[in-house]
């Protein structure tokens, strides 16, 4: 009982020392080749899709993970509405992983108030509450992902949760690398997300 007690102890010491924005959020470190990219998670705004992202770093899903996809201005079709971002993920190294991982309720913009401006960090999914583990930072200001946003066919939006605040060069570094068809080429390794 009393080695319970103090691993319990030592837990609530740990989660205690991790860092934190000047809000309270938890600050998370995206590590990759080309530097650090940190990120504030708002768990006050979007709780239920920031806490599923800090649980899968937590758990250490995005240890030897990557940074896959990219959209710019050239490697979309010239008729459909245009959207800048920088996907990354368990998908192209741990598809089994991702693939397991249960959908996030959907948590739109319409309802937090986060929008999709420069260097915020939303989730990537198919239909509401499927999304997950993979993750996307906006380059640039891209309303058409919020709700009602012309990008997305159910007008629903995507979960944005939280915000780079140091770093965003680095983000913009990997966003200009060689792509083929939407992906880059080749992936960027992220060797851990882990919190600061």
């Excluded at 000047?22 to 708002?42: A, R």
């Excluded at 780079?164 to 200009?176: D, L």
Aim: net charge neutral.
């Amino acid at each position: 009982m009393y080695r319970i007690l103090l691993i319990i102890f030592a837990l609530l010491i740990f989660m205690g020392c991790a860092e934190k924005s000047d809000k309270g959020n938890p600050v998370v470190l995206i590590e990759t080749k080309y530097g650090e990219i940190e990120i504030e998670l708002y768990v006050d705004k979007a709780p239920k899709t920031a806490s599923a992202f800090l649980s899968y770093v937590d758990s250490g899903f995005y240890e030897n993970t990557s940074f896959y996809r990219v959209l710019n201005i050239n490697n979309q079709p010239s008729n459909a509405p245009k959207t800048e971002i920088l996907q990354g993920g368990l998908w192209r190294t741990k598809n089994e992983k991702a693939r397991s991982i249960m959908g996030i309720p959907h948590e739109s913009t319409g309802t937090t108030g986060v929008k999709h401006k420069d260097g915020v960090i939303s989730v990537a999914r198919l239909a509401p509450g499927t999304a997950n583990c993979e993750f996307f930072i906006c380059i640039d200001d891209q309303p058409g992902l919020d709700e009602g946003g012309e990008n997305v066919e159910d007008k629903l939006g995507y979960a944005a949760f939280g915000k780079v605040i140091k770093g965003m060069n680095v983000v913009r570094k990997i966003y200009m690398q060689n792509d083929r068809n939407q992906y880059l080429d080749p992936p960027i390794a992220i060797y851990n997300i882990r919190r600061k």
